[in-house]
């Protein structure tokens, strides 16, 4: 089992000028306390299930390559990109820089985008949500064919690569691991069996549908079950002790996931990133 946090927030005392240290020292201390992984969304705009469309919201790529600077061990992450959001031959070409830069500590987290407030804002192409899928399709069958070093023209519907050139090549072998977020039974769910290393669900009663879904389309695509890592999103109140935190994840272990993602807002409270990290070392000793 494996614990790490996700970081949903960044509205920190002090104003923006605050957010940098903050941000900075969320990263160190979660690298020091053992955390196996560090997150970020990957919005323009605050959602509306943590806050204010207006709350301070990092470019999530940003972020991680200044966390990746601050840290040694942890891996790093958007959770997730949405597929519409920048053109996947300039995305492999982003994530795989993360990976060289961090010394192979890059995840792809990725989705069909959903948060149509913040692309209509900014101007961002939102198709309909068919169209969100192929276009997500179409990603990671590019970023398989760039991390594999093969440069031959991609054709595809909506993408047209004349030399899917990267170089250089990720540091992680075979390549930075791939995540799809999100639960759809027919879409979602049979992607991450045919292209994902890891699928990401929510800390919910439907969790074992979810992964019973998962599991039939693994044997459809003739894929072992066990080659997808199971991660979860939970949440934790900051007040939390290291002992509840270790029982969410011993409870999820039971359920078959293989990585907890804390979603913490107020990962920047003293003793927060601590208590998690003291969960995650109980975890893996047991």
């Given amino acids: 089992m494996r614990v790490g946090v996700q970081l949903p927030r960044f509205t920190y005392p002090g104003g923006p000028e605050r957010i940098g240290p903050a941000f900075a020292q969320i990263a160190r201390e979660a690298d020091q306390a053992g955390l196996d992984s560090l997150w970020v969304m990957d919005h323009f705009f605050q959602i509306p299930y943590v806050g204010d469309p207006g709350e301070p919201m990092l470019e999530c790529y940003t972020a991680l390559a200044y966390a990746a600077a601050l840290t040694e061990r942890i891996t ?25 830069l961090s010394g192979g500590r890059a995840w792809l987290g990725i989705g069909a985008a959903w948060h149509e407030e913040e692309s209509l804002g900014l101007g961002i192409p939102f198709p309909p949500v068919a169209e969100r899928f192929e276009r997500l399709e179409e990603t990671l069958r ?8 093969d440069t031959r023209p991609f054709e595809g519907v909506h ?9 250089p090549p990720a540091l992680r072998r075979p390549h930075p691991p791939v995540l ?22 929510f800390d919910a009663p439907e969790l074992p549908r979810k992964l019973a879904v998962l599991r039939e389309h693994c044997e459809r695509e003739r894929r072992p079950y066990e080659d997808i890592e199971k991660t979860v999103l ?4 900051e007040d939390a002790s290291a002992e509840e935190m270790a029982e969410t994840c ?18 920047h409270e003293p003793g927060v990133i601590e208590r998690l990290g003291e969960a995650a070392a109980r975890v893996h000793r047991a």
């Fill in 76 to 100: 790093l992450g958007g959770m997730v990109t949405g597929a519409v959001y920048r053109h996947p031959g300039v995305l492999v070409k982003t994530v795989t820089t993360l990976d060289v």
């Fill in 142 to 149: 590019i970023a398989h064919q760039m991390w594999a070093g």
């Fill in 159 to 167: 993408y047209r690569l004349r030399r899917p050139l990267n170089s």
């Fill in 180 to 201: 799809v977020g999100g639960g759809g039974e027919r879409k979602t769910l049979r992607l991450v069996a045919r292209y994902a290393d890891a699928c990401n669900l």
């Fill in 234 to 237: 939970s949440h934790a109140a």
């Fill in 250 to 267: 011993g409870r999820l272990a039971e359920a078959g996931v293989d990585h907890v993602i804390f979603s913490q807002a107020g990962a």
